[in-house]
Nanobody
Framework: QVQLVESGGGLVQAGGSLRLSCAASGRTITTYNIAWFRQAPGKEREFVAG????????YYADSPKGQFTISRNNDESSVYLQMNSLKPEDTAIYFC????????????????????WGQGTQVTVSS
């Protein structure tokens, strides 16, 4: 199985940027499709973006589409989420998640379709 560790969160002012990283260990990341989810206090976990195992396909939630960019570097066993023009409503814990591996990816936005999860990294955007 694969272990995921997120980093890069923090406190940023509205309009600022952050780059989150998801580092994988245990098994090669190249067999896994990876997604970023976020969960704000009192809200359900929601899909943010997903990327296929080779980076060939990317998927984004309708919001914040255009604001975030997902990428991956399999040689570094890492997936990234570049977040620009951050808003207070982007405040949440951000999680990366991997599916079961060796699957055809369609950018599922359901947490149930992802088997492995990191612990999350807090992103706080001040107004």
């Amino acid at each position: 199985q694969v272990q995921l560790v997120e980093s890069g969160g923090g406190l940023v002012q509205a309009g600022g940027s952050l780059r989150l990283s998801c580092a994988a260990s245990g098994r090669t990341i190249t067999t896994y499709n990876i997604a970023w989810f976020r969960q704000a206090p009192g809200k359900e976990r929601e899909f943010v973006a997903g990327i296929s195992w080779n980076g060939g396909r990317t998927y984004y939630a309708d919001s914040p589409k255009g604001q975030f960019t997902i990428s991956r570097n399999n040689d570094e066993s890492s997936v990234y989420l570049q977040m620009n023009s951050l808003k207070p409503e982007d405040t949440a814990i951000y999680f990366c998640a991997a599916d079961a591996g060796w699957t055809l990816y369609s950018g599922s936005n359901s947490p149930r379709d992802y088997r492995y999860w990191g612990q999350g990294t807090q992103v706080t955007v001040s107004s």
